[in-house]
């Protein structure tokens, strides 16, 4: 199958990730083990609130990339570095959220009340703190010493990504090239460094785990592009958190740059005008109309889709298995995801 076919596959993103993970369920639960240890081990008044933080479970993508470029190689690899692994790439997800959730004024996160809101501000901040901390410590032991390395660089990738967007926040004038970089960091460079891993504990040599890398890099950009699409409603279905909270918050994604991208004084004055008031009743609705009147969300999916296709590309090269197969499945159906 080839990455243009695999495009036009029309499965449900999470029927596929489903069965992805279906296909690696093993390593996931001794994962999800490997995460609980970290509550029960922690101290009172932590213990609780990471025990009722870890039940909400996310959609699990990274770890089950990991997981699934790990068994693709020749030599299966041992299932505690393998859980150890995910686990870290996932604390470190976590710890993000819990903080981007302060940061945003964010109210709901996988159905339920975010950190912040249950518990205030002051303990969220701390206990995002101990999470990234036990994110690090669940690969202290990998044997690959460049593991730990390359979660450390994630997470100084992610921090600087979400600096970066806070530093342009509001501003209209924002390029192409720096929204690359925002994101690069905030979301490709975790799901790039659990493509790494994965390609390491795979066995795979330095050239192919990092070629693992550029894929998930791309898939990264692709899935934070959609992201972007979503908090618009464009494609959301049964959405686990709250629409428009990037006009909220300011904050210039991709459909937005297209809209600037040669529009003429006035359209950009118009627009400027209703982002100022974004957070009026109605106003997020205005500012779709006239994105969709540049076809502005259009573009945007075609780009999201152009990485893609440079992700099933390098997933295409792997060594063949069912693993891979997962893989490029994967890859194919998430621009259409809905949540």
């Known amino acids: ?38 509550a029960r081990n922690a101290p009172a008044g932590i213990s609780e609130r990471l025990v009722s933080l870890f039940q909400r479970k996310g959609k699990r993508i990274r770890s089950t990339l990991l997981c699934l470029i790990a068994q693709s190689g020749s030599v299966k690899p041992n299932a505690d570095r393998v859980a150890h692994a995910c686990a870290g790439i996932e604390l470190l997800h976590l710890a993000s959220l819990v903080h981007d959730d302060i940061i945003d004024g964010t109210d709901i996160r996988r ?16 206990i995002g703190d101990y999470v990234l901390s036990q994110a690090m410590r669940c690969v202290i032991n990998e044997e690959s ?17 979400e600096i ?49 890398a550029q894929m998930g890099s791309h898939f990264g950009i692709a899935f934070q592009i959609v992201d972007d699409l979503l908090d618009y409603g464009f494609g959301s279905q049964n959405l686990d958190k709250a629409k428009f909270t990037d006009l909220g ?22 627009m400027e005008s209703l982002i100022a008031k974004a957070s009026e009743a109605g106003v997020p609705e205005k500012i779709i109309a006239k994105l969709n009147e540049k076809e502005a ?15 099933l590309e390098i997933a295409n090269q792997l060594p063949a298995s ?3 197969d997962e893989i490029v499945a994967m890859f194919a159906s998430m621009s259409d995801r809905g949540n």
């Not at 390395?149 to 994630?154: D, F, M, P, R, T």
């Not at 342009?168 to 979301?187: A, Q, R, V, W």
């Not at 918050?249 to 529009?263: Q, S």
């Open 1 to 38: 199958m080839n990455s243009k076919d695999s495009l036009q596959s029309k499965a449900d993103f999470q029927t596929v990730l489903n069965q992805a993970r279906d296909l690696v369920k093993d390593q996931l639960q001794l994962t999800e083990e490997v995460i609980m240890d970290v």
């Open 111 to 126: 159905g339920q009340k975010t950190a912040h809101k249950e518990w205030g501000t002051q303990v969220a901040v701390l």
């Open 145 to 161: 010493r460049d593991v730990p390395v390359i979660l450390s660089n994630a997470a100084d990738k992610l921090i600087a990504g």
């Open 164 to 212: 970066l967007e806070l530093d342009y926040s509001g501003n209209t004038h924002l390029s192409f090239e720096k929204y690359d970089e925002i994101i690069d960091g905030k979301t490709a460079a975790l799901i790039d460094a659990a493509a790494r891993i994965g390609g390491i504990l795979a066995g795979f040599d330095a050239e192919n785990a990092d070629k693992c």
């Open 249 to 270: 918050n300011g904050l210039i994604t991709l459909p937005l740059l297209y809209y600037f991208d040669g529009c003429s004084a006035a359209d950009r004055n118009e």
């Open 297 to 311: 969300f259009k573009k945007a999916k075609a780009c999201a889709q152009d990485h893609l296709e440079k992700a």
């Open 322 to 324: 069912n693993f891979t």
